[in-house]
T-cell receptor
Framework: NAGVTQTPKFRVLKTGQSMTLLCAQD?????MYWYRQDPGMGLRLIHY???????AKGEVPDGYNVSRLKKQNFLLGLESAAPSQTSVYFC??????????????FGDGTRLSIL | DQQVKQNSPSLSVQEGRISILNCDYT??????FLWYKKYPAEGPTFLIS?????DKNEDGRFTVFLNKSAKHLSLHIVPSQPGDSAVYFC????????????FGGGTRLMVKP
């Protein structure tokens, strides 16, 4: 069971370039999330999705777009990369039982550097 | 303003002794709290959680305590092992809010043999 898989693992971009980060989960989870981790700041939520075809903004959504066309995939896009978006990006997924919150399961991250 | 804070960036403990990691929060709407463990170059791994209706939850060597009046939670690891050396994040979520997590900044635990 692969769990949550993120591709690519590393990427270097130039300012102004665009790219898409892919997240795939095989646990049939309803909810999916994108976070960024910066030194000393923990993980901050960028966008999330509560189901196929739905997305919502998190704490730091500016400069990012997302899409959830299939239940198992959640894409994070950078339209015009900026050096401030240099970070480690984590995708996560979770069940929704309707009876309270559930732990999220994380991928191993994408390290993105923007020059 | 950070709603979840871990005021100790690092902690060093001798193998076999107790490790106590602390976390404070300000949002009174949080009702579910979690601890994650993170090794370098890996994603966070879920460790243990506690609902606001409880004040203690145990899982093997790991115990989480919740003090709602003080808006404080702690993770106790007994006995500590060298393999426990990692960064520990506490996180919190509100009921009916998309299961979104708010994370603290993390505490790096070093367990010395």
């Amino acid at each position: 069971n692969a769990g949550v898989t993120q591709t690519p693992k590393f990427r270097v971009l130039k300012t102004g370039q665009s790219m898409t980060l892919l997240c795939a989960q095989d646990m049939n989870h309803e909810y999916m999330y994108w976070y960024r981790q910066d030194p000393g700041m923990g993980l901050r939520l960028i966008h999330y999705s509560v189901g196929e075809g739905t997305t919502a903004k998190g704490e730091v959504p500016d400069g990012y777009n997302v899409s959830r066309l299939k239940k198992q995939n959640f894409l994070l896009g950078l339209e015009s990369a900026a050096p401030s978006q240099t970070s480690v990006y984590f995708c996560a997924s979770s069940y929704w039982t309707g009876q309270g919150n559930q732990p999220q399961h994380f991928g191993d991250g994408t390290r993105l550097s923007i020059l | 303003d950070q709603q979840v804070k871990q005021n100790s960036p690092s902690l060093s403990v001798q193998e076999g002794r107790i490790s106590i990691l602390n976390c404070d929060y300000t949002n009174s709407m949080f009702d579910y709290f979690l601890w994650y463990k993170k090794y370098p170059a890996e994603g966070p791994t879920f460790l243990i959680s506690i609902s606001s209706i409880k004040d203690k939850n145990e899982d093997g060597r790991f115990t989480v305590f919740l003090n709602k009046s003080a808006k404080h939670l702690s993770l106790h690891i007994v006995p500590s092992q060298p393999g426990d050396s990692a960064v520990y994040f506490c996180a919190a979520s509100e009921k009916n809010a998309g299961n979104m997590l708010t994370f603290g900044g993390g505490t790096r635990l070093m367990v010395k043999p």
